[in-house]
């Protein structure tokens, strides 16, 4: 993989989505859940960003705000599209709307509730061709097959309902239905999270290839590292609502500089029986984004921790190595990456 | 099989259990046969639909309808006498005080195993009313003490909690506490810690093994994860499609994998820190479903090795090599001939 510049696709800044949460009988506003608060992040065209970080952390979130699912509290989604130049998906009206979710796809976690049980293969893969190109009869037809073809399913499987298909060759049908509008920006929601191991790879290369191929980008939202590590060129992680690191996938991996990833690396239980390594195990939990801790979010479980990061936010700071990181022991701190884990 | 050395706690023989469906019979497990020592842990691998989980369920005899242990043994020996489970009646009290007292099972979705209208207290206090004669006041102390054991903050304020108000990895810790408050000789862990975070995942693998030295319990360790496995077992069975098709050490089966799955398996993981851009080795095709069951060898249809004429036709037995391991493969069956034998 290169490292020449490239040009952004989605440039996200400082996106906050915050949840009120209600009580009582009227539900009476009583507070708000910071699912996201205040985060940035660029992906280049062609390019896969990483997202990791731990239940309730946002992550899903973020990739709902990017599709508009949710309307975010504030901030700017900006999707640069080669004809109309940038549009920021958060203030867009129904009709850009329409035209960027054609360009931006999603896929999700769970292949057996993401496809409708009573629609055939032709009627799923081929409904946003109907309903947003007004295709038909052959045409619609001749591209559906085009598209089976492509994600590595037979043509004949046209006419069959998702339950006649394992996990991985729905997961198929969910990517050939995502790539029908041809897209240029994939979000995947751990699209290979609830397959098994040996369809797991199979789906990790078929991301790739359709990634040469078209000069797709995902937004590749996951929990398992290993995953990420093999799919991602940068990655960021993520900590009750934030980004804590962001940088290229081997310098944050080789080299953390937030204790948090430290740490996440090095639980990751790694295949090999004969490593003997000290592992950091994290104290506690994760917060709840409704009451995190003051501060620095981690400060509760961080072995780090001194009095600044009680009281003091952290803000994600440029390192001298290029990626990014907030901790306000960045420079000081020496942590194991993957090498030393 | 039938003799066995001192050290087993439990000892499974040619094990068949076949659900009788509507769409035909599925041989979920399909002639297992293994042994668990006291003290160890014994991993099972494999991927959905292999039957490991429904080897799990068998030992506690909790395979219902239409499921049904066809043929072969169970042997307890935990006990002062042998105690074969399948032939126990469903009923026999004896049973009952195998089940949950000397094997004990967890499972992966703690949420959808804990009762959500009784507290985590009632719940572990249950466990201990059941199988030990001991009072109210003493069943209490003891609760508290394994809540505490299992390594949750304010156990005496945890008694009174419901499921719904602990987070998924103090319910596990839960759950943990239950199954162990009578002590059993063997834990059956099925999949404890799929449905968790990494980090809490991590807090739990450590905790069984705290448990396992502190309590000199054998755990039988379910899993599809290669990395959990790494880290708990000591010996592996790798399960496909109802059967055994490796039985190994655990340093071998990542050192020198026999079987062509296992080794395929291996090879199909992303590993952390091996970023060498290139493609993972996809393991050919899907799992057959287990109504649907290839003839001869079940794995031919995905082997790379795959031998016309022989694999096909034929069903391979399980070949014990010099080491010990086992495999149920025929690059590894010299009696066999015109058969190529990788070891030479």
């Keep these: 993989m290169s490292t020449s510049p490239t040009t952004p696709l989605l440039t996200v800044e400082d996106l906050r989505m915050h949840h009120p949460v209600g009580a009582g009988m009227m539900q009476r506003r009583t507070g708000v859940v910071k699912a996201v608060d205040g985060i940035s992040f660029t992906i280049p065209t062609g390019r896969t960003l990483g997202l990791v970080g731990e239940s309730g952390c946002g992550k899903t979130t973020t990739g709902h705000c990017i599709m508009r699912g949710y309307t975010p509290t504030a901030g700017r989604i900006l999707f640069h599209d080669p004809n109309r130049g940038p549009l920021d998906i958060c203030q867009a009206d129904r009709r850009t709307l329409a035209y960027i979710r054609q360009k931006v796809q999603m896929v999700f976690q769970d292949p057996y509730s993401s496809l409708n049980p009573r629609m055939t293969v032709q009627e799923i893969v081929g409904e946003p061709l109907r309903v947003n190109q007004g295709l038909s009869g052959p045409a619609l037809r001749a591209r559906v097959e085009e598209l089976l073809t492509v994600v590595g399913l037979h043509v004949s499987a046209m006419n069959r309902f998702p339950h006649a298909f394992s996990g991985g060759q729905r997961q198929r049908l969910v990517i050939a239905r995502a790539l029908s509008l041809r897209p240029a920006l994939i979000v995947a929601d751990e699209p290979v999270s609830a397959l098994d191991v040996s369809i797991q790879a199979q789906t990790l290369n078929l991301l790739q290839d359709l990634q040469e191929r078209y000069g797709l980008s995902y937004l590749f939202i996951a929990h398992d590292l290993s995953v990420v590590e093999h799919i991602s060129d940068e990655v960021a992680v993520m900590y009750v609502g934030r980004i804590v690191e962001m940088g290229p996938t081997h310098q944050v991996f080789d080299t953390p500089r937030h204790p948090y990833t430290s740490a996440l690396l090095s639980a990751v239980p790694r295949p090999n029986p004969s490593r003997t390594h000290q592992r950091i195990i994290l104290q506690g939990e994760v917060p709840n984004p409704a009451n995190p801790p003051s501060g620095c979010a981690f400060h509760p479980r961080c072995r780090h921790a001194e009095d600044r990061c009680r009281h003091e936010i952290p803000v994600l700071q440029a390192t001298g190595d290029g990626h990014r990181v907030a901790c306000h022991f960045a420079d000081s701190l020496s942590l194991p990456g993957i090498g030393q884990v | ?344």
């Excluded at chain 2, 639909?49 to 049904?68: D, E, Y």
């Excluded at chain 2, 309590?215 to 880290?231: K, N, P, R, S, Y």
């Design chain 2, 1 to 344: 099989m039938s003799a066995h050395d001192a050290s087993s706690l439990l000892s499974v023989e040619d094990l068949h259990v076949h659900f009788h469906t509507e769409q035909g019979t599925v041989q979920a497990v399909n002639g297992v046969s293994f042994t668990v020592g006291r003290g160890q842990t014994l991993g099972v691998l494999g991927e959905s639909g292999c039957g490991k989980s429904v080897t799990g369920f068998s030992l506690l005899r909790l395979i219902r309808p239409p499921g049904r242990i066809e043929r072969g043994r169970i042997v307890y020996h935990g006990l002062d006498t042998e105690l074969d489970l399948v032939q126990e009646p469903s009923r026999s009290p004896l049973l009952r005080q195998v089940r949950g007292g000397e094997i004990a099972m967890i499972f992966q979705e703690p949420m959808t195993s804990l009762d959500p209208v009784y507290t985590a207290g009632n719940q572990v206090l249950e466990a201990i009313n059941y199988h030990l004669d001991v009072s109210q006041a003493a069943a209490w102390d003891m609760a508290v003490t394994m809540l505490g054991k299992v390594g949750l903050p304010e156990p005496q304020r945890i008694m009174h909690t419901y499921p719904h108000q602990l987070s998924g990895g103090m319910r596990q810790r839960v759950m943990i506490a239950i199954a162990l408050a009578c002590h059993p000789q063997l834990l059956i862990a099925d999949e404890p810690t799929t449905a968790l975070d990494v980090t809490t995942e991590a807090q739990i693998l450590e905790l069984l093994q705290e448990l396992q030295t502190d309590l000199q319990m054998a755990i039988l360790f379910i899993t599809h994860d290669l990395g959990v496995i790494a880290e708990m077992a000591q010996e592996v069975i790798v399960m496909y499609l109802g059967e055994i098709v490796e039985r190994t050490d655990i340093e071998s089966l990542f050192a020198e994998p026999l079987h062509p799955y296992t080794r395929a398996l291996l090879e199909s993981i992303p590993r952390l820190g091996t970023r060498d851009g290139k493609r993972l080795q996809a393991i050919e095709g899907v799992v057959p479903s287990p109504a649907d069951i290839p003839l001869g060898c079940t794995f031919h249809p995905r082997c790379p090795d795959f031998m016309p004429g022989l694999c096909d036709v034929h069903a391979p037995t399980p070949q014990t090599l010099t080491d010990g391991r086992q495999v149920q493969c025929f690059l590894y069956d010299d009696q066999r001939p015109g058969v190529r034998n990788l070891q030479s």
